[in-house]
């Protein structure tokens, strides 16, 4: 008995990991608190087709420069003491041919990779690698639910830019306040609220949840993609499964972070 495929399945595209140590050309700050940097260097082989990919960026002991090491069965293998912390951030922006990816950092105040690239400068070296893999979702569905916190606007963004012409969106994004907010280009049918913390800790407000919650949905079936705080991320997926008669397998939930918690991130 052949097994029936489902066209709209998010698909999954393995790619091969490589270390690359590429250089800091420009910093800029595209809003108060989102620091884009481009990094220049041998992008050959990268690939990015799912809107939700991350790579890894590595920051190094203080006294220990960025450097390759070979990948091997249980994954980099760094000197003792030289070991980095690892973090993940989307590929915003890139160009193979020309050498360059940019990746938006949030300025958050706390952390090794906030607080390199709160002092990320021109000439500096930064290590990362992947994307090991992509999500690819097609763009088969009624409507897309997009909902996340200021750490999955790369992705969001990414997400807003690739829907085709006729593509109907509703995108929920937090934000400390309006001078945080990005604007997209899209072909696609975009209703975008933006909502406030106005001061608030990132992590303390039920603001995404509840601005969904008042949401009258559009027709047909939806494909959602949240991602932010761990427990905003959790508390939507429930809610959409729960209140709104989702189907889970066209639900991501990403954990790309956990209020007091350090390198933690998880799936819902
Ligand atoms: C797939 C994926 C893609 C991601 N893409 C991006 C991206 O493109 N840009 C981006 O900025 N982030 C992105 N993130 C989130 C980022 O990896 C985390 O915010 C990470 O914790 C930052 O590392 P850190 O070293 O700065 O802080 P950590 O050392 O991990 O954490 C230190 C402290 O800061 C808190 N914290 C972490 N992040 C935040 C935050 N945003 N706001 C307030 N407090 C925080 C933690 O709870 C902890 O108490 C992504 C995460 C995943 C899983």
């Known amino acids: 008995m052949s097994e029936t495929i489902d066209p709209r399945a998010p698909q999954r595209v393995r790619h091969d990991t490589r270390m690359r140590l590429l250089d800091v050309v420009s910093v800029t700050d595209i809003t108060p608190l989102m620091r884009r940097i481009r990094l220049t260097g041998d992008l ?3 690939a ?6 991350h790579i890894k960026v590595f920051i190094f002991p203080e006294g220990v420069a960025p450097h390759i090491v070979p990948i091997g069965e249980r ?3 760094f000197a003792e003491g030289q070991r980095p912390e690892m973090r993940d951030y989307t590929p915003r922006y890139w160009s193979v041919a020309e050498g360059w990816i940019d990746l938006d950092f949030v300025l958050h105040g706390d952390g090794p990779a ?3 690239a709160a002092q990320a400068a021109v000439g500096q070296t930064l290590l990362i690698a992947g994307p090991r893999g992509s999500l690819v979702v097609p763009p088969a569905y009624d409507w897309y639910l997009l909902a996340g916190d200021e750490t999955a606007l790369p992705a969001l963004g990414r997400r807003i830019e690739e829907l085709p012409a006729g593509s109907k969106i509703v995108a929920v994004i937090e934000v400390d306040s309006a001078a945080e907010e990005q604007s997209f280009e899209t072909a696609a049918n975009l209703s975008l609220t933006y909502v406030y913390r106005d001061g608030r800790p990132a992590g303390t407000t039920s603001l995404i949840l509840d601005t969904i919650k008042s949401l009258s949905f559009p027709a047909g079936d939806a494909y959602a993609y949240i991602a932010g705080e761990s427990s905003m991320s959790k508390a939507v997926k429930a ?3 729960e209140t709104r008669s989702f189907n889970p397998e066209y639900i991501k939930a990403a954990g790309y972070w956990l209020l007091g918690e350090a390198d933690a991130k998880e799936p819902h």
């Open 44 to 46: 050959e082989g990268f």
């Open 48 to 53: 990015s087709v799912g809107h939700a990919d």
């Open 75 to 77: 994954g980099a293998e």
């Open 114 to 116: 906030s607080g390199w």
């Open 239 to 241: 809610h959409l499964i």
